[in-house]
C-alpha cells in the first residue's frame, strides 16, 4: 500500500522560502511521476508541479515556475518542493500526490483527478 506523508509546512513571510518534502513508502516509485498540487478552501485542487521520478523530467503551473522547484532523493525514497519568493497567494494546504499509469505527457497529470495517491497535506501560510 503507497504510503506518503508531507511535512515542512508553516508560517513565513512574502518573499521567504519553504522547503516541503514528502516521503513516500509501500512500493518502488522509480516508475511513478510524483506531483504537488494545492488546495484553499472552497476551492479546486490546483496543480503545482510534477516529475517523473526514474527521468527527472519536470513541469510546473505557470504561477510558480521560476519560484519552486520539485526534485527526488531515490535512496531516501523522498519527494521535496523548494518554494522561494513566496506570496500570499501560495497560501494553501499542499499535499504530495503519485500515480503509476504511464503518459507520455506530463501535462495530463496536472489534473489532479489523474492522480491515484495522496498525502494529508501541509499546511503553507504566506504572511504579507
Known amino acids: 500500500q503507497v504510503q506518503l506523508v508531507e511535512s515542512g509546512g508553516g508560517l513565513v513571510q512574502t518573499g521567504g522560502s519553504l522547503r516541503l518534502s514528502c516521503a513516500a513508502s509501500?512500493?518502488?516509485?522509480?516508475?511513478?511521476?510524483m506531483g504537488w498540487f494545492r488546495q484553499v478552501p472552497g476551492k479546486e485542487r490546483e496543480f503545482v508541479a510534477v516529475m517523473r521520478w526514474n527521468a527527472g523530467s519536470t513541469y510546473y503551473a505557470d504561477s510558480v515556475k521560476g519560484r519552486f522547484t520539485i526534485s527526488g532523493d531515490n535512496a531516501k525514497n523522498m519527494v521535496y518542493l523548494q518554494m522561494n519568493s513566496l506570496k500570499p497567494e501560495d497560501t494553501a494546504v499542499y499535499y504530495c500526490?503519485?500515480?503509476?499509469?504511464?503518459?507520455?505527457?506530463?501535462?495530463?497529470?496536472?489534473?489532479?483527478?489523474?492522480?491515484?495517491?495522496w498525502g494529508k497535506g501541509t499546511l503553507v501560510t504566506v504572511s504579507s
Open positions: 509501500g512500493r518502488t516509485f522509480m516508475r511513478y511521476v
Open positions: 500526490a503519485a500515480d503509476d499509469e504511464y503518459y507520455s505527457s506530463l501535462y495530463r497529470y496536472t489534473n489532479y483527478r489523474e492522480m491515484e495517491y
